[in-house]
């Protein structure tokens, strides 16, 4: 169920909308699944997979990894949503509660599209677009760390519409389309050196 209405401003207007494809957000939690799989089974084969096994803590906490992740992403996929307004970015997510994160388009600083394995062999035209934007996270290593609209459908028109719609943006900011001139000579000239 998408609760994003209860976050939009009085006149915010959605430009886009979508869900991430089930089978590619899911794929994204298979390393994990392996992982965990991996974590559980090498000591139970070193025993020989007798019952004290289970008394070892590697065990455990491989199973709990391994398809605890797989779990996760399942339940979690309900509630993802992405909305693209005249504004903003919204991402809704959260498992227990509804969590949102949004990404004022003024503060954009770089957008890029990835397409991955998953997207490849499970999706239908999906990808996922990256957003870095200033007072987003920053990894430990200093470096900003994207947001991400995660195997959305036609991520390449997301990416275009987005970028457009950011440009716009700043630029109202710059020169308010109210002190436009109905014609602008300058706005359409050819950059020179």
């Known amino acids: 169920m998408m609760n994003i209405q209860r976050v939009l401003a009085p006149n ?42 289970l008394l070892l ?22 509630h993802m949503h992405y909305v693209i307004t005249d504004k903003r970015t919204l991402i809704q997510k959260g498992l227990i509660g509804r969590d949102y994160v949004g990404i ?43 947001a991400g609209l995660v195997s959305v459908t036609d991520p390449y028109a997301v990416y275009s519409m987005l970028n457009q719609t950011s440009h716009d943006v700043r630029a109202d900011i710059q020169y308010p389309n109210a002190l436009r001139p109905n014609e602008n000579k300058g706005y359409k000239t050819e950059y020179k050196q």
């Open 104 to 146: 004022e388009h003024d503060q954009l600083t770089s957008t890029q599209v990835n397409v991955g394995l998953g997207d490849k062999l499970f999706g239908d035209d999906s990808g996922t677009v990256l957003i870095t934007h200033a007072g987003g996270q920053v990894s430990k290593k200093g470096s900003p760390r994207p």
């Open 12 to 53: 915010e207007k959605i430009l886009w909308q979508g869900k991430p494809q089930f089978m590619p957000f899911i794929f994204s939690s298979l390393p994990l699944l392996v992982f965990g799989l991996v974590f559980a089974l090498v000591p139970a084969a070193a025993m020989k997979f007798s019952p004290a096994v």
């Open 57 to 78: 803590p590697h065990f455990w906490l491989g199973v709990i990894i391994g398809p605890g992740a797989l779990l996760y992403s399942i339940l979690v996929h309900r």
